[in-house]
């Protein structure tokens, strides 16, 4: 049988050691210690934000776990910026109850901008009652027949009483983009560059097409220009030119850029109507404004920006057919005027001819 195991005396220095204290027995006379020191103010104020912090840290959890348990909804946009489309506002509110009613920046062959002004309701009014629909049911037509969206641009004004006009026309007919920019002749080329980052942002389009309040317009055979295709994706499809560039204030036409320009013009499009392909305005629509060269005039301005970018210059004598033909596609009194010369009345005669209004839209021979 094994020896039995030796029992060693319990002694002192067997014990383990006890935590240290603040207080012992050497300290019975004297007032016992707090185990910590009393928080200092800064102290105090750090303990405080960190509670606050906390409780803002579980309340955002909260919030955003609320929020992922909603069922998605559709953001609608009809607004960016203080850039409005009036008819999706219209449509958004007779619809309020469809959610896919209105849908966010509508893909499209192309948006055309008419531009105007707020002393132009005379040629809205003749556009109106020849080529342009005149309410929102006939410009859903017209977009679903041609791929084609239509509306009127124009910026604002500090005169009051010409800013309740305008809302009025736009409650009556609800074709208007509105844009954030001071109407001003001589700001066309701001306007221009406002309108591009607009209508980029409101619609998804292959092309955007800027075209003036006094041309008549064959938005079919405009369709069809459009939908050809194109080798190049930077691409600035217009009636193009070339010309002396005009130093003398006198003069209509004046440059007062023009010593950066030389004697002659590059290579642009006539204003009343052009078009730029998605991939050109894109870059246009993130540029700073004041990144880009403005001259004096609109036309001059974008053609620089086409030569800085590289594009394909594409040049198309039916969007600038001083009559009506059976391939024109924009009719305007080119070279007397840029743009018909009386808009009001020549719209309206235009109209009233077969080979304007109602001759088909390819020639018989391309069918």
């Known amino acids: 049988m094994p020896p039995?195991?030796?029992?060693?005396?319990?002694?002192?220095?067997?014990?383990p050691s006890p935590p240290?204290?603040?207080?012992?027995?050497?300290?019975?006379?004297?007032?016992?210690?707090?185990?910590?020191?009393?928080?200092?103010?800064?102290?105090?104020?750090?303990?405080?934000?960190s509670a606050l912090c906390l409780l803002v840290g579980v309340g955002g959890i909260s919030f955003a776990a609320v929020v992922l348990r909603r069922p998605p909804r559709t953001v609608t946009i009809i607004r960016c910026g203080r850039a409005e489309d009036a008819l999706r506002t219209f449509r958004s509110k007779s619809l309020a109850g469809d959610k896919d009613g209105v849908v966010a920046r509508p893909k499209v062959l192309g948006f055309v901008g008419v531009q105007t002004g707020f002393s132009s309701a005379d040629r809205r009014a003749a556009l109106r009652s020849t080529w342009f629909p005149s309410d929102p049911e006939g410009l859903g037509s017209l977009e679903r027949a041609t791929g084609l969206a239509f509306r009127f641009v124009i910026g604002r004004t500090k005169d009051s009483k010409k800013m309740a006009d305008l809302?009025?026309?736009?409650?009556?007919?609800?074709?208007?983009?509105?844009?954030?920019?001071?109407?001003?002749?001589?700001?066309?080329p701001q306007k221009t560059l406002a309108f591009f980052k607009a209508a980029f942002n409101l619609f998804d389009a292959d092309f955007y097409i800027k075209?003036?309040?006094?041309?008549?317009?064959?938005?079919?055979?405009?369709?069809?220009?459009?939908?050809?295709?194109?080798?190049?994706?930077?691409?600035?499809?217009?009636?193009?030119?070339?010309?002396?560039?005009?130093?003398?204030?006198?003069?209509?036409?004046?440059e007062s850029s023009g010593h950066l320009i030389g004697n002659e013009y590059f290579l642009h499009a006539y204003g009343p109507i052009y078009a730029l392909s998605a991939e050109v305005v894109a870059s246009l629509a993130i540029a700073r404004n004041d990144s880009l060269r403005m001259f004096s005039?609109?036309?001059?301005?974008?053609?620089?920006?086409?030569?800085?970018?590289?594009?394909?210059?594409?040049?198309?004598?039916?969007?600038?057919?001083?009559?009506?033909?059976?391939?024109?596609?924009?009719v305007w009194d080119i070279p007397r005027c840029s743009g018909l010369c009386n808009p009001v009345e020549r719209m309206k005669e235009l109209h009233n001819f077969s080979m304007c209004s109602k001759s088909p839209t390819l020639p018989l021979e391309e069918k």
């Open 167 to 188: 809302r009025q026309e736009i409650d009556m007919y609800h074709d208007f983009m509105l844009i954030d920019v001071e109407e001003d002749y001589i700001k066309l």
């Open 211 to 254: 075209a003036d309040d006094d041309i008549y317009l064959r938005p079919d055979r405009l369709a069809t220009l459009l939908a050809k295709d194109r080798p190049h994706r930077l691409t600035y499809i217009g009636c193009m030119k070339k010309g002396p560039v005009i130093t003398d204030p006198k003069m209509r036409w004046y």
């Open 4 to 15: 039995a195991p030796t029992l060693l005396p319990f002694s002192s220095a067997s014990r």
């Open 20 to 49: 240290p204290s603040s207080y012992s027995k050497d300290d019975k006379g004297k007032k016992p210690r707090p185990f910590a020191p009393p928080l200092s103010p800064p102290n105090r104020l750090l303990l405080l934000l």
């Open 297 to 330: 005039n609109e036309d001059v301005t974008v053609g620089s920006w086409m030569l800085a970018m590289n594009v394909n210059h594409e040049d198309n004598r039916a969007i600038c057919d001083p009559k009506c033909t059976p391939t024109s596609i924009a």
